[in-house]
């Protein structure tokens, strides 16, 4: 596993992913952690049903970061391969979101920012 330079302190590397199967109803999500030296912290994974690529990003990242501060990371960098989870999440409205997940995710965020 690569090092991850860019961090330091009581940092943590968050990869997640969503797949869907060929089933109709099978999508799951999951995702790793590693420190600054590239060391696997933790693993995890959903089954989500019957729901959408985006949905099942969400909870990838939620997970992650309800597990890592759960753990004491209080810094987390997160990576995603989905650009439209990306944007929804940098843009943050300023009326919060419709989206419970989104709302979760912003407020676990804030909770590490500082």
């Given at each position: 596993?690569?090092?991850?330079?860019?961090?330091?302190?009581?940092?943590?590397?968050?990869?997640?992913?969503?797949?869907?199967g060929?089933?109709?109803?099978?999508?799951?999500?999951?995702?790793?952690?590693?420190?600054?030296?590239?060391?696997?912290?933790?693993?995890?994974?959903?089954?989500?049903?019957?729901?959408?690529?985006l949905?099942?990003?969400?909870?990838?990242?939620?997970?992650?970061?309800?597990?890592?501060?759960?753990?004491?990371?209080?810094?987390?960098?997160?990576?995603?391969?989905?650009?439209?989870?990306?944007?929804?999440i940098?843009?943050?409205?300023?009326?919060?979101?419709?989206?419970?997940?989104?709302?979760?995710?912003?407020?676990?965020?804030?909770?590490?920012?500082?």
């Open positions: 596993m690569p090092s991850c330079p860019h961090l330091d302190g009581n940092r943590a590397c968050l990869n997640t992913d969503g797949s869907i060929n089933e109709v109803g099978f999508v799951a999500v999951g995702g790793i952690a590693r420190n600054r030296d590239g060391e696997w912290i933790l693993g995890f994974n959903r089954y989500l049903g019957n729901c959408s690529v949905y099942a990003e969400f909870w990838g990242i939620l997970d992650g970061l309800v597990l890592l501060i759960d753990c004491g990371y209080n810094s987390i960098f997160i990576q995603t391969d989905n650009i439209e989870a990306v944007k929804v940098q843009e943050r409205p300023l009326n919060g979101s419709n989206f419970d997940l989104i709302r979760r995710i912003y407020k676990l965020l804030t909770r590490i920012s500082h």
